[in-house]
């Protein structure tokens, strides 16, 4: 990305560079430093939900958000959420779409908890299933290349 200033002259349009690319650019080696870039540059990102328009201020989605959704959630699955007027057409397809048939209402409900420590265990144990499958997918891959480059 270049920055420039436009210019007319002989009724043509002239592209005067102000900043070349590498003006622009920095390197950032300071982890302090780092953490500021970034911050500063996602600070619109992480508040565009408060700032910009969208379904994200949809009331049904507000409600959602609060309490992590799980009461309204409740109310999809089971049909008996009120939808109201102000919902757009997305959001209300979007509530359709995830509401339960009577054969599923009749399955029995999923209860239980898992711990934070529970949790950890369980993806420690994913993330050895997964280094495994791809350590050995390193050996026979290497001893296929092996076998083809001798």
């Known amino acids: ?3 420039a200033t436009v210019r007319e002259e002989d009724d043509q349009l002239i592209l005067e560079t102000v900043y070349r690319p590498s003006m622009i650019w920095r390197t950032v080696n300071d982890t302090r430093e780092i953490e500021m870039v970034l911050l500063e540059r996602n600070s619109r990102h992480l508040k565009q939900a408060e700032i ?9 989605i507000r409600r959602m958000r609060k309490n992590q959704g ?4 409740d109310e999809i699955l089971n049909g008996t959420v009120a939808i109201p007027d102000a919902t757009d057409e ?4 979007w509530i359709q779409a995830h509401k339960q048939t ?4 009749k399955l029995p409900k999923i209860t239980g908890e898992i711990t934070p420590e529970q949790l950890q265990k369980r993806l420690q144990w994913y993330q050895s299933i ?14 296929a290349w092996q076998r083809m480059t001798r």
Do not use: P
């Open 102 to 105: 009577e054969e599923e209402l």
């Open 52 to 60: 910009e328009e969208g379904r994200c201020h949809d009331e049904t």
């Open 130 to 143: 997964h280094r495994r499958h791809h350590q050995d997918y390193i050996t026979r891959s290497g001893s």
């Open 90 to 93: 997305i959001i209300v397809a």
């Open 70 to 73: 799980t009461d309204l959630m």
């Open 1 to 3: 990305m270049v920055l």
